[in-house]
């Protein structure tokens, strides 16, 4: 972890004012049909292998993150959830609090990783700014995030706010804010709770064939079972009035979502490479 919060200090240092979204978008090889990214492959076998695993822990802590933002889309469809205010904002609070519930030193890891993503996902650009868009700004979000953190565990996550300059006013009131995400989550999910202790089967995985260039990526979802482990806890706790897929595929674009047509949760390999790419670009200003 030491490696990349020294990084995200600097990088939050000069963030100074308001700092656009890079939303994802396609790369131009990807248009044509070619590699969406050539190298990406070559370049996760030349990293030393602690390097390697710091990044792969790195891309699974954002994909996570991003499996549980889109579960929540799912419920908040499948289940007809009322939804005050925006329902990305909604479903990223679901998403951090069920990270946050694991309570263990690997949930913890990851959801650092995730946090830290939104920061970098930032950039310094005035003019790409986007207040019309469904999300909140990058940079918005990730302090949202670490809000939340703080406020449902402040022995764990106090100094990393403080690193990261959240003030302290602000800070004094992360746990009131924590409390009301969840409590809010938990009324409006409670006429849908199960009472059981295991997977209703209702949620089907599914893992399309990868690209090549993303096969070491594609891998590690399968390995750490990501999906399998998003599924199992809805499934469990939720009682899903369809079946539902998760699907791991190529989509010719960096991206994830539901989609409630064919009811499936998408999680596109190419943003894995995303992830990847954004790390590999820290370690390059690391150098």
């Not at 939303?23 to 990293?47: K, R």
């Not at 990305?88 to 946090?115: G, K, P, Q, R, W």
């Not at 700004?137 to 406020?151: A, I, K, P």
């Not at 989550?185 to 993303?214: H, M």
Request: include cysteine.
């Amino acid at each position: 972890m030491a490696p990349i919060f020294k990084i995200l200090v600097a990088v939050t240092a000069f963030l100074a004012l308001a700092i656009g979204p890079m939303p994802y978008t396609v790369p131009a090889e990807a248009q044509d049909g070619a590699p969406a990214y050539p190298g990406l492959e070559d370049s996760l076998q030349d990293l030393e292998p602690d390097i390697r695993e710091e990044l792969l822990e790195f891309v699974a802590g954002n994909t996570l993150f991003v499996i549980y933002h889109e579960g929540g889309h799912m419920l908040v469809s499948e289940l007809e959830l009322p939804v005050l205010a925006q329902e990305e904002d909604a479903v990223d609070n679901l998403a951090t609090i069920s990270m946050l519930s694991a309570d263990t030193d690997n949930m913890d890891l990851y959801l650092y990783h995730a946090m830290t993503g939104w920061f970098l996902m930032s950039e310094e650009d005035y003019d790409a700014l986007v207040f019309y868009d469904s999300h909140d700004l990058d940079q918005q979000r990730g302090y949202r995030m670490l809000c939340m953190m703080v406020g449902a565990d402040e022995d764990a996550f106090l100094d990393l706010a403080e690193e990261l300059a959240l003030p302290e006013d602000r800070i004094e009131n992360c746990a009131i804010d924590y409390e009301q995400a969840a409590d809010s989550w938990e009324y409006v999910t409670d006429p849908f709770v199960r009472d059981q202790d295991t997977p209703a089967g209702k949620i089907s995985i599914v893992y399309g064939d990868a690209p090549d260039e993303l096969r070491t990526l594609a891998a590690s979802l399968q390995e750490n079972a990501l999906l399998e482990m998003v599924a199992e806890e809805l499934d469990t706790f939720y009682d899903l009035p369809e079946n539902v897929t998760f699907r791991a595929s190529e989509c010719q674009e960096d991206n994830a979502f539901w989609d409630p047509n064919e009811r499936e949760v998408i999680l596109c390999y190419e943003l894995l490479g995303g992830f990847a790419e954004l790390y590999l670009e820290l370690l390059a200003e690391e150098e």
